[in-house]
Each structure stands twice: as structure tokens, then as C-alpha cells.
């Protein structure tokens, strides 16, 4: 089974800090992906990359960035938390075609 | 441009009934089509998908969904609701745009399933 590990499932910041979310795959799936989650909004895509030290935006990369350094591995930085990115984060990754598979999220609290 | 309508934020149904959700999407190329489920606390997990075979696809737990390329529809169903289907569902489709497939996922469709 494919299995995409988040590294925390709920974590409280300060507004300007600086946040790190990790999510790691092992599937050596060429794709990755970073949503955010809000109630009504659905899923809405904020960085995917299809190959290490590849990246692109989806559609609102404001305010974050991400990095992908080794393939399994895929992490969205937050470079200055503020309240308005308060959400549930979902990372997911995927070969070139087929079926996402999904972190459990992390639900993050900006204060 | 691909993007995904999911009719109703909240279907309510009882046990025993069946359930139908509704999902129309819009892409200028053959697309794969998907749907997800998603229980409290948890992330997405694939119910079933469509990619060009059969247009009437079987997933798990007794759910199936047809695709109507006339009607750009690709809706869910399962003909007896159990409590346990309690959960948002997403409907995403995914077509090759510059040879990348990138989803674009609905706003989600709350099953509510009531004794």
C-alpha cells in the first residue's frame, strides 16, 4: 500500500513565524502535490512537483513556498504565518498518470 | 481548461436508501475522471475512477458511478445507504494539459445518512 506520511497531524504557530510542513511518499511516485482544505472551498491546490527540484504553482501559491530536494519527499513552507492561513493541509503524490494518494493533513493554527 | 461542478454541498438520505450524488465537469480533452471520499480527520482516499474503458465503473463499498460523455456527467451512486457512508465526497477530473495531469477537484458534497 502506498503510504504519504505528514509529519504532524496538528500544530499551533505564531503570525510571522516562519512554518514547515513535511509529507514523505514511498512510493517513488514522480508527482506531488500541497492543498489546502477549507469548509466550502474544497480543495484548492497551492504547489505540486513532478520532479526533484521541480515546481509549479497551482492556484494560490501566494504566501508559501516549497522545496523538493529528494523524491520521496515534499515540504511546504509557510515563510510568514499569518491568521488567514489557519487550514487543514493536505499533501498527496501520484505517478505521472493515475490515483492521488493522500497524508491524513495537518490542521494548522496560525494565532 | 478542466474544471468540476458538484450539485448540492449536503445530501441527506436514510438508511436503506439510495444515495446519488452528482458531479458534471467540463474538459477540452478525453479526461480521467475520479471520486473521492473522505471521512472526519482523515485524508482523501480513492472510491472509484474513470479512464477510458468501461463507461460504468464499480469501486468499493458497493458504489458505482457512470460516465455520460452527452452529459459530461460522471454521478455516484450506491443503491442501499449504510450508515457508515457518512462522509464528504470529491469528485475530480484530470486531463492532459502541456503533458502534465493536474486534477481539479469539486467543492465537495457532504453524505449525511440519517436511522
Known amino acids: 500500500d502506498v503510504k504519504v506520511t505528514q509529519s504532524s497531524r496538528y500544530l499551533v504557530k505564531r503570525t510571522g513565524e516562519k512554518v514547515f510542513l513535511e509529507c514523505v511518499q514511498d512510493?517513488?511516485?514522480?508527482?506531488m502535490f500541497w492543498y489546502r482544505q477549507d469548509p466550502g472551498l474544497g480543495l484548492r491546490l497551492i504547489y505540486f512537483?513532478?520532479?526533484?527540484?521541480?515546481?509549479e504553482k497551482g492556484d494560490i501559491p501566494e504566501g508559501y513556498s516549497v522545496s523538493r530536494e529528494k523524491k520521496e519527499r515534499f515540504s511546504l513552507i509557510l515563510e510568514s504565518a499569518s491568521t488567514n492561513q489557519t487550514s487543514m493541509y493536505l499533501c498527496?503524490?501520484?505517478?505521472?498518470?493515475?490515483?492521488?494518494?493522500f497524508g491524513d493533513g495537518t490542521r494548522l493554527s496560525i494565532l | 481548461a478542466q474544471s468540476v461542478t458538484q450539485l448540492g454541498s449536503h445530501v441527506s438520505v436514510s438508511e436503506g436508501a439510495l444515495v446519488l450524488l452528482r458531479c458534471n465537469y467540463s474538459?477540452?480533452?478525453?479526461?480521467?475522471l475520479f471520486w473521492y471520499v473522505q471521512y472526519p480527520n482523515q485524508g482523501l482516499q480513492l472510491l472509484l475512477k474513470?479512464?477510458?474503458?468501461?463507461?460504468l465503473v464499480k469501486g468499493i463499498n458497493g458504489f458505482e458511478a457512470e460516465f455520460k460523455k452527452s452529459e459530461t456527467s460522471f454521478h455516484l451512486t450506491k443503491p442501499s445507504a449504510h450508515m457508515s457512508d457518512a462522509a464528504e465526497y470529491f469528485c475530480?477530473?484530470?486531463?492532459?494539459?502541456?503533458?502534465?495531469?493536474?486534477?481539479?477537484f469539486g467543492r465537495g458534497t457532504s453524505l449525511i445518512v440519517h436511522p
Open positions: 498527496a503524490s501520484s505517478p505521472i498518470i493515475g490515483t492521488q494518494h
Open positions: 512510493m517513488d511516485h514522480e508527482n
Open positions: 512537483s513532478y520532479d526533484v527540484k521541480m515546481k
Open positions: 474538459s477540452s480533452v478525453p479526461p480521467y
Open positions: 474513470y479512464t477510458s474503458a468501461a463507461t
Open positions: 475530480a477530473v484530470s486531463a492532459s494539459t502541456g503533458g502534465s495531469y493536474i486534477p481539479t
